[in-house]
Nanobody
Framework: VQLQASGGGLVQAGGSLRVSCEAS????????MGWFRQAPGKEREFVAG????????YYGDSVKGRFTISRDLAKNTVYLQMNSLKSEDTAVYYC??????????????????WGQGTLVTVSS
């Protein structure tokens, strides 16, 4: 399965941006989709995740209340809507998929497919 991330760009602090991740196909090897990000000089961190089947999404502490993850089953696409962006949100954003147990969602090793990353730059 290939994951294609898109939608990154330059935005001013306080602004909004939506990034997308399209899966080439649905497969039983992926039941959970996540978004991670990696800022310069920092480790990759979990941002948000949800099951393809729906249910409550999960968010990292730093983005709760500002970011929203959603999915469109017909388009095999997961979205990350980012509002009230801050300069510290500047990072390369990666989407990932796998057969993930919710308790393992923050671990990169739980995911078996990764998108190429899309750069989000927030100017202050």
């Amino acid at each position: 399965v290939q994951l294609q991330a898109s939608g990154g760009g330059l935005v001013q602090a306080g602004g909004s941006l939506r990034v997308s991740c399209e899966a080439s196909r649905r497969t039983d090897s992926i039941n959970f989709m996540g978004w991670f990000r990696q800022a310069p000089g920092k480790e990759r961190e979990f941002v948000a995740g949800m099951r393809w089947s729906g249910g409550s999404p999960y968010y990292g502490d730093s983005v709760k209340g500002r970011f929203t993850i959603s999915r469109d089953l017909a388009k095999n696409t997961v979205y990350l809507q980012m509002n009230s962006l801050k300069s510290e949100d500047t990072a390369v954003y990666y989407c990932a998929g796998g057969r993930v147990i919710a308790s393992q969602r923050t671990y990169e090793s739980a995911y078996n497919s990764w998108g190429q990353g899309t750069l989000v730059t927030v100017s202050s």
